[in-house]
């Protein structure tokens, strides 16, 4: 097996020379997508070499599906819940002798992949829909690659042949598992505003889970409804070590395979995985799931926008509130989705929310719905992160930890003033284990320090018309802005304002010249 520091030498070797023809979440896909068709790879031909002595000890090379016993061994292999066989045919190697061959590859990758999403009938059915459309998001044809053919061999050759000089099949698979989250965590940082669509920083995620896993030696469901790359549920799976089952949605196709990747990587069984690809809002696929869920662990995207509809205020995750969260602001949403999914006994949420879910009054949407939850006593804990945590983005943020077993005499919120708890990193700001530490005790012996943790009285709450604004329960002096700045928007209006400005440039030019003229 190569090591960590050789695999994250050659991928930034091979970035460097992608970064001039294509976005970085082009060329992560490429990159992600070859190392894990090279590992599968290796791992067959692992799996492969258990049987060799029943196929006289030939070459994995040479055992394709015409051979006798190429049907019965792929059978036993694949019998076991976590292990999967390619024919060289198929293989990574096939397409690295190719190459050397002095032949185009891209064909045949293309064939390959094709094979490994419909990966056989002989597979159970969580199988096949695990590896169903899992290179969708590969696309050949990108110009990007190249304008014709032969630049979109050499650029597809240049990943193949760098990629080639690793060993990736090992023994111990959580360390690929690793190299390969700790690669996301690079192109997250990399990335842009689209960061945090697919990887949760890694100690605010550790924060997370646990909070949810605490008094937990096994967990029944495990639930993301925006699970990115997976890094969540993945940490959650370690942290615990015994689980049913993990479930898990997201809407950016490209996410979801990074994220069932990550999940094979690591070596979990099929049968305790159930990834599904979908608005979770709009669409949920997990909705037989009412009140089943005992962690749900969550980094939504900061007050995205939705589309609710007439016909969501009849759904049942939304029906039992005074309003559906706003067009807006999809930040209820979601926390009214995990609501509705998390087990009234003894389940438990800890998710990531901007702070303007807090707070905000306009739309009253928002302003009724948080009175709803704060009534029905929800809120265990909002935790006060931080600022720039998450990637390429300064927005200001929360942890809400939510449960539905508090007990109805006790409508308290507790409240952690965590913003100072931080050490400055290279990119960005992160979390030391000390004040992941610090933090997390406060909340499990719901501990009261000056200026870092108290108990909310419900009256207090009401007082303040249920503003959850920090600035209003003396944890420290704090500059909360009460609204997020949509930078999406402000950078439509500058468009907008540029594009009237130059048209407005153009007829005062258009028409001095024409007046220029008749004054000749």
């Given amino acids: 097996m190569s090591n960590s520091k050789e695999l994250i030498a050659v991928v930034k070797k091979i970035c460097d020379q992608l970064r001039s023809k294509m976005e970085v979440t082009e060329y992560r896909d490429y990159i992600m997508g070859f190392l894990f068709f090279k590992y599968l790879s290796e791992q067959s031909e692992k799996n492969f070499e258990e049987f060799k002595e029943r196929v006289d000890y030939i070459k994995y090379s040479e055992f394709d599906e015409n051979h006798e016993q190429f049907k019965k061994i792929k ?33 045949t990758i293309e064939e390959s992949f094709n094979k490994i999403e419909s990966i056989n009938s002989e597979l159970n059915d969580e199988k096949k829909e695990f590896f169903k459309d899992l290179f969708t998001n590969i696309d050949f044809s990108n110009k990007n690659l190249g304008n014709i053919d032969e630049e979109k061999e050499k650029t597809i050759q240049l990943i193949i042949k760098e990629i080639n000089t690793l060993n990736l099949s090992m023994d111990e698979v959580d360390h690929f598992g690793n190299t390969y989250e700790y690669l996301l965590s690079e192109f997250a940082s990399d990335t842009g505003k689209k960061a945090g669509e697919f990887y949760t920083p890694s100690k605010v995620a550790e924060l997370l889970v646990k909070i949810v896993s605490h008094g937990k030696n096994k967990i029944n469901k495990a639930y993301d409804p925006a699970c990115g790359s997976g ?45 599904r690809s979908g608005d979770t809002l709009i669409n949920p696929l997990h909705i037989e799931e009412e009140g089943s869920f005992d962690c ?64 905000r009054k306009n739309p009253k949407a928002e302003e009724d719905i948080r009175k709803y939850i704060v009534d029905e006593n929800y809120i265990d804990t909002i935790i006060f992160l931080p600022p720039n945590l998450f990637y390429n983005t ?25 913003t100072k708890e931080f050490q400055n990193a290279k990119k960005q700001n992160t979390l030391s284990d000390e004040n992941i530490n610090r933090i997390f005790s406060a909340w499990k012996e719901k501990r009261e320090e000056e200026n870092f943790s108290k108990y909310i009285s419900y009256e207090d709450i009401v007082k303040n018309e249920y503003s959850l604004s ?14 997020d700045i949509d930078i999406d928007f402000v950078e439509s ?23 220029l003229n008749k004054k000749n």
């Avoid at 070590?241 to 990550?262: F, P």
């Avoid at 920090?470 to 609204?483: A, G, H, I, K, T």
Wanted: hydrophobic share 40%; proline share 4%.
């Fill in 231 to 275: 890094s969540l549920l993945i940490k959650l799976a370690n942290k615990v070590g015994k689980y049913n089952k993990i479930y898990g949605q997201e809407v950016k196709t490209a996410t979801y395979n990074l994220a069932r990747m990550n999940f094979i990587l690591r070596g979990v069984p099929f049968s305790k995985l159930d990834l």
């Fill in 75 to 107: 059978e036993i292999i694949i019998q076991n819940d976590d292990d999967f066989f390619l024919a060289y045919k198929y293989s990574f190697q096939n397409v690295v002798d190719m190459m050397n061959q002095g032949k185009n590859v891209i064909p």
């Fill in 470 to 483: 920090m600035r209003f329960y003396d944890l420290d002096n704090f500059d909360e802005e009460s609204e």
């Fill in 493 to 515: 209006e500058i468009v907008k304002i540029n594009e009237e400005l130059l048209k407005y440039e153009n007829e005062f030019k258009k028409n001095l010249n024409e007046f």
């Fill in 296 to 359: 749900i662990v969550a980094n939504p995207p900061f007050s995205q926008k939705w589309n609710p509809t007439q016909e969501l205020s009849k759904d049942r995750r939304y029906n039992p509130y005074p309003s559906l969260a706003p067009k807006s602001y999809a930040d209820f949403a979601f926390l009214q989705h995990m609501l509705f999914h998390v087990n009234k006994d003894n389940g438990i949420i800890a998710s990531v929310f901007s702070l303007g879910i807090l707070s």
């Fill in 394 to 418: 300064s927005i200001e943020s929360c942890i809400i930890v939510a449960r539905k077993n508090k007990p109805t005499n006790d409508k308290r919120i507790f409240m952690i003033n965590a």
